[in-house]
């Protein structure tokens, strides 16, 4: 497979996780925590990243969409092991991080306010076992794996064709 296809598969699959996760906000109505957030951030970069990749040529381009999916598999790990309790999540977004304790009676009986709150540390959806974080990251090793063979490709001087 050539460089360039493999810079494109690993955009497309990006824009294919964003796609999923606006799908399961827009029409399933999963709200997302701040760290669901936070994953998306590194595909919204792939796509770009890969029309540099196209324009500049090299390895560079390929390496940093390795990059980023690292980060996006770093974060979607790091999420799965929030939700699992593996370790303490942000407190601004977890049950037992107080992430509740600043605001007032008022506040916490407002309908409106109570439906804005989606905590880190609950799996809101699953199959199979792992969540949404979890399909995430391993998404986004195998995008990284992806990006990486691009790069070698470039290194090794095969046709960008």
């Known amino acids: ?71 996006s598999t770093g974060l979607g790990v790091y999420h799965t092991g929030v939700e699992r309790a593996w370790w303490p999540g942000p407190a601004s977004c977890t049950s037992s991080g107080g992430g509740l304790g600043g605001l007032s009676g008022d506040e916490l009986l407002n309908l409106d306010a109570a439906s804005a709150v989606v905590l880190c540390d609950e799996v809101a959806w699953s199959l199979f076992g792992l969540s949404m974080a979890s399909y995430n990251a391993l998404g986004s090793a195998v995008l990284a794996a992806l990006w990486v063979l691009a790069a070698v490709k470039s290194r090794q001087g095969f046709s960008a064709a």
């Open 1 to 71: 497979m050539t460089r360039n296809r493999l810079i494109l598969i690993a955009a497309a699959g990006s824009v294919a996780v964003l796609l999923g996760a606006f799908v399961f906000q827009y029409v399933f109505g999963y709200a997302p925590c701040a760290l669901c957030l936070w994953q998306r951030w590194p595909h919204a970069l792939a796509p770009l990243i890969a029309v540099l990749a196209f324009l500049l040529g090299g390895r560079l381009m390929p390496m940093a969409g390795a990059g980023t999916m690292t980060v």
